[in-house]
């Protein structure tokens, strides 16, 4: 079902005239960013909850999880949230159709997801999770769909809303489950 995956990915990045950064990369400043819902506070109204509390969710409701991969150094994150995830109509889409979990790459907490815990990894500067997310492609900011019952799927870059809107439809109807993804982009009409 996910043979257009690397469609989703060449498409999304092409579109955008911006480059994910890559890890050891320098955006400049910092990001508050917080796992919780108190990282409403930055604007957006989407409701950010830790993976361990989406995965306690899925037990009650079958959704798909979208994480926010970031880091702090990483400017094409903050610019993701003031563009994209403070968009009224992604803030509200996102709310409807997704556990939405945000995750530092870089976090030394040990986070535990479908009965593994990940840890800090020296040798990458990030966590085991990223690692694990991303598929060993640490870009910034990476947003990842997890599917229910099945494996991650990594989308490396900074998306605008409107490049953002195809990838998130693709998952949040459940389009993915009957249709590739090439199948799926010739026949979507964009509205945000």
Same mark, same amino acid.
């Given at each position: 079902?996910?043979?257009?995956?690397?469609?989703?990915?060449?498409?999304?990045?092409?579109?955008?005239?911006?480059?994910?950064?890559?890890?050891?990369?320098?955006?400049?400043?910092?990001?508050?960013?917080?796992?919780?819902?108190?990282?409403?506070?930055?604007?957006?109204?989407?409701?950010?909850?830790?993976?361990?509390?989406?995965?306690?969710?899925?037990?009650?409701?079958?959704?798909?999880?979208?994480?926010?991969?970031?880091?702090?150094?990483?400017?094409?994150?903050?610019?993701?949230?003031?563009?994209?995830?403070?968009?009224?109509?992604?803030?509200?889409?996102?709310?409807?159709? $997704?556990?939405?979990?945000?995750?530092?790459?870089?976090?030394?907490?040990?986070?535990?997801?479908?009965?593994?815990?990940?840890?800090?990894?020296?040798?990458?500067?990030?966590?085991?999770?990223?690692?694990?997310?991303?598929?060993?492609?640490?870009?910034?900011?990476?947003?990842?769909?997890?599917?229910?019952?099945?494996?991650?799927?990594?989308?490396?870059?900074?998306?605008?809303?409107?490049? $953002?809107?195809?990838?998130?439809?693709? $998952?949040?109807?459940?389009?993915?489950?009957?249709?590739?993804?090439?199948?799926?982009?010739?026949? $979507?009409?964009?509205?945000?």
């Amino acid at each position: 079902m996910f043979g257009g995956l690397a469609a989703i990915c060449l498409v999304l990045i092409l579109s955008s005239a911006r480059k994910p950064l890559t890890a050891g990369g320098n955006g400049g400043g910092g990001r508050q960013l917080v796992a919780g819902p108190a990282a409403e506070d930055r604007g957006g109204t989407i409701p950010w909850i830790t993976i361990e509390e989406a995965a306690g969710r899925l037990q009650q409701q079958q959704r798909p999880i979208l994480v926010d991969l970031y880091t702090t150094w990483c400017g094409w994150c903050r610019q993701m949230d003031r563009k994209t995830y403070s968009n009224k109509k992604v803030a509200q889409y996102l709310s409807d159709k $997704f556990y939405t979990v945000r995750i530092d790459a870089e976090t030394h907490a040990a986070i535990t997801w479908q009965g593994n815990t990940y840890r800090f990894d020296p040798r990458y500067k990030c966590n085991e999770f990223a690692v694990y997310l991303s598929h060993g492609r640490l870009e910034f900011p990476t947003t990842v769909i997890i599917p229910p019952g099945e494996a991650p799927q990594a989308i490396p870059g900074y998306m605008e809303p409107k490049d $953002f809107e195809m990838l998130v439809k693709y $998952f949040g109807e459940g389009a993915y489950k009957t249709r590739g993804f090439d199948e799926y982009q010739r026949d $979507f009409h964009a509205s945000w």
